[in-house]
Antibody
Framework: QVQLVQSGAEVKKPGASVKVSCKAS????????ISWVRQAPGQGLEWMGW????????NYAQKLQGRVTMTTDTSTSTAYMELRSLRSDDTAVYYC??????????????WGKGTTVTVSS | SYELTQPPSVSVSPGQTARITCSGD??????AYWYQQKPGQAPVLVIY???ERPSGIPERFSGSSSGTTVTLTISGVQAEDEADYYC?????????FGGGTKLTVL
């Protein structure tokens, strides 16, 4: 079955960087994109951006431009999200999700279980 | 900036019909999607392209669109449907989510 397995929880200090992985299985990795979404404690969902697993094209949320980088390794069917210059308000659960997209549609049909990132001094 | 607006909460008794709305100026031109999220769990897609239901999602979940508002309808609500529900649609720079609606089953 289609599955996305994320890396474990992280605790980081302000100013540090974090890199979360998302290993896909059960489908052809390069046929879909991967979207990243985060959720701060008690808050709603926030879209961070997406990456095409086919050609590596990316589209990042404007508020994260310059701090976030999304990459993929097609040899291991793994996507990565790196966030730099961490602040306390980056504390959140970070989800990867399989992206179904075309000219007129864009949605996430399978989600990982999430990775908790805590930023604290 | 573009926003998707949902009511913070909706309450319904078991067996009744719950309707959760999502409003946004671009919705007449863009598809909407709905996700269910239970506490401590990842979101689950329940409706895509306004009204399509993924395999495995019960038939009591349906979606509709009218002008700038899309609606998620849950017919014959069950206790297990208590969750947060988020709408999602595209904007000029990517995609965004509504603020979420907490569905309480009384």
């Amino acid at each position: 079955q289609v599955q996305l397995v994320q890396s474990g929880a992280e605790v980081k200090k302000p100013g540090a960087s974090v890199k979360v992985s998302c290993k896909a299985s059960g489908y052809t990795f390069t046929s879909y994109g991967i979207s990243w979404v985060r959720q701060a404690p008690g808050q709603g969902l926030e879209w961070m951006g997406w990456i095409s697993a086919y050609n590596g094209n990316t589209n990042y949320a404007q508020k994260l431009q310059g701090r976030v980088t999304m990459t993929t390794d097609t040899s291991t069917s793994t996507a990565y999200m790196e966030l730099r210059s961490l602040r306390s308000d980056d504390t959140a659960v970070y989800y990867c999700a399989r992206l179904c997209s075309g000219e007129y549609y864009y949605y996430m049909d399978v989600w990982g279980k999430g990775t908790t990132v805590t930023v604290s001094s | 900036s573009y926003e998707l607006t949902q009511p913070p909460s909706v309450s319904v008794s078991p067996g009744q019909t719950a309707r959760i709305t999502c409003s946004g100026d671009a919705l007449p031109k863009q598809y909407a999607y709905w996700y269910q999220q239970k506490p401590g769990q990842a979101p689950v897609l329940v409706i895509y392209k306004d009204s399509e239901r993924p395999s495995g999602i019960p038939e009591r979940f349906s979606g509709s669109s009218s002008g700038t508002t899309v609606t998620l309808t849950i017919s014959g609500v069950q206790a297990e449907d208590e969750a947060d529900y988020y709408c999602q649609s595209a904007d000029s720079s990517g995609t965004l989510f509504g603020g979420g609606t907490k569905l309480t089953v009384l």
